[in-house]
């Protein structure tokens, strides 16, 4: 049975510097950790691709995380040496200001501070609003554009939250577990299956924050037979969420998304999954998502590709600071295991037969 540990590997992978379409620090990591590889190989897009041969070639098996996170650009530099920026996925205003970022530059790291007008300068009006993103900056401790420069910022230099991944016991806090996690849970997956039916393709998927880019040149690298994409899943076990907008919840099992806006699962495959959790004991929860993951352009390879989410229940994604359990990550795992040794080519051509 899997036990979690090499969280030395989480704690870098979360830690790691990789807004969407800059993701090749944590690309190098990925391929430095994958020593189990047969062969690896990248799209032309920038997503890396593991493969590990089982006792056969087919079927193959895609199990994916992706490797960005949502991040900035710098937009501009003001004369007085502020930055301002877009953002690369979604982030919600209320979640930015005081938050401490990585910019890259060609000189390097620098750490900035995103802020606006001082509070104590706000007008009662101001006070009572909520100040969006177009009214933010980052400060760097430039007091002109020149000094700035100097630093070596420049337009479209890219910048990322700054949050050291930390444990409370089996709770684990950090930024990018969205989705560090899942790409983590592929890693280990990779690395202590064996004597399995088919080949096995660990993916890495790049730019899937800004629209599952990666996810669908990698499909044509890999021709996949299955596609599990593996991926955080929104906990709701915090005030104000009522159940029926989150049912999933941290400590209670990986989740098996039943249905989100990119994509409607194999239901085979996703019978064969609960199947499988249930015999192993392991506890699991299903669950719907608002938004979209990998899996919605896995699953329209060519004439199609049976495909499935399993998430990692995690609190306050889209966020600096998210919080997960060690708990759901090794359940997560050993799902992933025991539903890819489950995948023999006889199953595979059931999962779209009539």
Not at 21 to 36: C, H, I, Q
Not at 67 to 96: C, H, M, N, Y
Not at 267 to 283: M, N, T
Request: glycine share 10%.
């Amino acid at each position: 049975m899997y036990t979690l540990s090499n969280l030395d590997l989480l704690k870098e992978l979360s830690e790691k510097f990789g807004p969407s379409g800059f993701e090749d620090e944590v690309l190098l990591t990925v391929k430095n950790n994958a020593s189990f590889a047969d062969e690896i190989k990248m799209d032309k897009l920038g997503s890396l691709v593991i493969v590990k041969r089982g006792r056969s070639e087919r079927p193959r098996i895609l199990i994916a995380g992706h490797a960005d996170e949502i991040g900035f650009v710098i937009s501009s530099i003001t004369k007085e040496g502020f930055l301002t920026f877009r953002t690369i996925g979604g982030w919600a205003d209320q979640v930015l200001l005081a938050q401490r970022v990585m910019i890259r530059t060609k000189k390097g790291y620098i750490h900035g501070v995103i802020a606006s007008k001082p509070p104590h300068l706000l007008s009662p009006e101001e006070r009572n609003k909520l100040i969006t993103k177009d009214k933010m900056y980052i400060d760097i401790g430039a007091t002109s554009k020149e000094e700035a420069e100097s630093m070596g910022v420049r337009i479209g230099d890219p910048a990322a939250p700054w949050s050291p991944f930390t444990l409370n016991g089996k709770i684990a806090f950090g930024k990018a577990f969205d989705d560090r996690a899942g790409l983590f849970a592929v890693l280990e997956t990779m690395r202590n299956i064996s004597d399995f039916p088919g080949t096995i393709y660990g993916v890495a998927t790049v730019q899937e924050e800004v629209g599952l880019r990666g996810a669908q040149t990698s499909a044509f690298v890999v021709e996949p037979d299955v596609a599990i994409a593996v991926d955080v899943d929104i906990a709701g076990d915090v005030p104000g969420i009522q159940p029926s907008e989150a049912v999933s919840a941290i400590g209670k099992g990986p989740s098996i998304i039943t249905f989100d806006m990119s994509m409607i699962p194999n239901q085979r495959l996703k019978e064969l999954a609960i199947e499988v959790a249930e015999s192993l004991g392991i506890k699991y929860q299903l669950s719907t998502v608002s938004g979209g993951t990998d899996a919605g352009r896995f699953h329209l390879y060519k004439a199609g590709c049976p495909s499935l989410v399993i998430g990692i229940p995690t609190r306050h994604i889209h966020s600096h600071t998210s919080v997960m359990s060690l708990d759901d990550l090794e359940n997560t795992i050993r799902l992933l295991m025991g539903l890819v040794m489950r995948l023999d080519e006889r199953t595979v051509e059931g999962l779209t037969k009539i």
